[in-house]
């Protein structure tokens, strides 16, 4: 994980791209619980079966698309990882941006969600969401 923390305005910034990343994966991870179905039922249908005779090319299509989509998702989590974003839950498409002046604080932001308007601490979590208030919004980068 990124040791990089954010000024609200970068984390806006960052939104469009971010939002992009996240649906992808969201895609991703929703078409590989559509494949474990499809494996299940296959499983199913051989032990009901007593066994079968299975249609290889196409499981074997299934299990390659499996592996690709599964390696995407990884992918691109681990680019929203290298950005310093912390991806909380991919169901409701939830992203923490630590925060520049305090790195217990995070600035929250939930797909859906027209900005940043949120932020909690690292203990309460997203239960704690509180409103950006000014002592938050104003703070700039501080020069090196």
């Known amino acids: 994980m990124s040791d990089r923390t954010f000024t609200l305005d970068e984390a806006q910034e960052l939104l469009p791209v971010l939002e ?69 839950d991919l169901d409701t498409g939830l992203l923490d941006f630590p ?7 995070l600035l929250c932001w939930k797909l859906g969600e027209e900005k940043i308007a949120y932020w909690h601490n690292t203990i309460d979590g997203f239960r704690g969401r509180k409103p950006i208030d000014e002592r938050i919004a104003k703070v700039k980068r501080k020069p090196m």
Do not use: C, H, Y
């Open 99 to 105: 925060w520049v002046d305090d790195p217990e604080v």
């Open 20 to 88: 992009s990343l996240l649906r992808s994966v969201m895609e991703g991870k929703s078409r590989l619980e559509e494949l474990e179905a499809e494996f299940d039922a296959l499983k199913a249908k051989i032990l009901m079966s007593g066994g079968m005779l299975l249609n290889v090319p196409l499981v074997a299509a299934q299990r390659n698309e499996r592996e690709k989509v599964l390696q995407q998702v990884k992918d691109t989590l681990a680019e929203i990882d290298s950005i310093g974003v912390q991806v909380k």
